[in-house]
């Protein structure tokens, strides 16, 4: 697959940014790589290398239960030389997916974060086979090391002909307070798709717009 994504920030500070990506994939492995740029000034800003591995994928008969893992290689060629590891492991019971995910920079060798999370679907549905569909969940993510710290979520998301809206409410859990409130309209017209975005903190707003596209 290749592919590419552009970027504007809109407000405070008008800016672009453009990443290329080429990507294969064959059974359980996908291998890719990743070009950034800077577009206002233009200018390289990284490169890098990934391995991806589908460990296991286990689902009850009921479909109610569900376990994966995952492995990722990932090597960092411009500006810097440096590589890490990442294990994801997922389990699912019901509408609640917990994971884990560790990272363990190779060059120089060491441990670098252990992070978990937890989802919980609050609901999912449809008006018809051809209506508008609507989806919310509660979520709350930690980071156990090198410090502790952690944030919970709740997002509501509407769909209808490839078009999506998104808002997402996210609190700090230590201390806590309010985080942002992200809004999003995606346009998905497969291989191309579009989208404009607002997060809004308790410092200035922000406004993004992007495209992308990918071909097999």
Same mark, same amino acid.
């Given at each position: 697959?290749?592919?590419?994504?552009?970027s504007?920030?809109?407000?405070?500070?008008? /800016?672009?940014?453009?990443? +290329?990506?080429?990507?294969y #994939?064959?059974?359980?492995?996908? @291998?890719?790589s990743?070009? =950034?740029?800077t577009?206002?000034?233009?200018? @390289?800003?990284s490169?890098?290398a =990934?391995?991806d591995?589908?460990?296991?994928? !286990?689902?009850?008969d009921d %479909?109610?239960?569900?376990s994966?893992? *995952?492995l990722? +290689?990932?090597?960092g060629i411009?500006?810097s030389?440096?590589?890490?590891?990442?294990?994801?492991?997922?389990?699912?019971?019901?509408?609640? #997916?917990?994971? #884990?995910?560790t990272?363990i920079? @190779?060059?120089?060798?060491?441990?670098s974060s *252990?992070?978990?999370?937890?989802?919980?679907? +609050?609901f999912?549905?449809?008006? %018809?086979d051809? %209506?508008?569909?609507?989806?919310?969940?509660?979520? /709350?993510a930690?980071? @156990?090391y090198p410090?502790? #710290?952690?944030?919970?979520? !709740?997002?509501?998301?509407?769909?209808?002909?490839g078009?999506?809206f998104?808002?997402?409410?996210?609190?700090?859990?230590v201390?806590? %307070?309010?985080?942002? *409130? =992200?809004?999003?309209?995606?346009?998905?017209f497969?291989?191309?798709?579009? =989208?404009?975005?607002?997060t809004?903190?308790? /410092?200035?707003? *922000?406004?993004?717009a992007?495209?992308?596209?990918?071909?097999?």
């Open positions: 697959t290749l592919g590419s994504s552009t504007f920030d809109l407000f405070p500070t008008p /800016g672009g940014n453009e990443v +290329l990506w080429l990507e #994939s064959f059974g359980m492995l996908t @291998l890719g990743e070009f =950034y740029f577009i206002l000034p233009l200018g @390289l800003d490169i890098d =990934y391995a591995a589908d460990l296991f994928d !286990i689902k009850s %479909g109610l239960m569900s994966s893992g *995952q990722k +290689l990932w090597v411009v500006p030389f440096s590589a890490n590891l990442t294990g994801t492991l997922s389990f699912g019971v019901g509408p609640l #997916s917990l994971k #884990s995910t990272v920079d @190779l060059l120089p060798f060491g441990f *252990q992070g978990i999370s937890a989802t919980l679907e +609050l999912d549905t449809s008006l %018809g051809n %209506g508008p569909s609507f989806s919310g969940d509660l979520g /709350g930690f980071t @156990l410090t502790f #710290s952690g944030s919970a979520w !709740i997002s509501l998301t509407a769909s209808m002909d078009i999506t998104t808002s997402k409410t996210t609190f700090v859990i201390p806590f %307070g309010f985080g942002s *409130q =992200y809004i999003k309209a995606a346009f998905d497969d291989p191309f798709s579009f =989208y404009v975005s607002a809004f903190t308790t /410092g200035d707003p *922000q406004a993004e992007g495209f992308s596209y990918s071909f097999p």
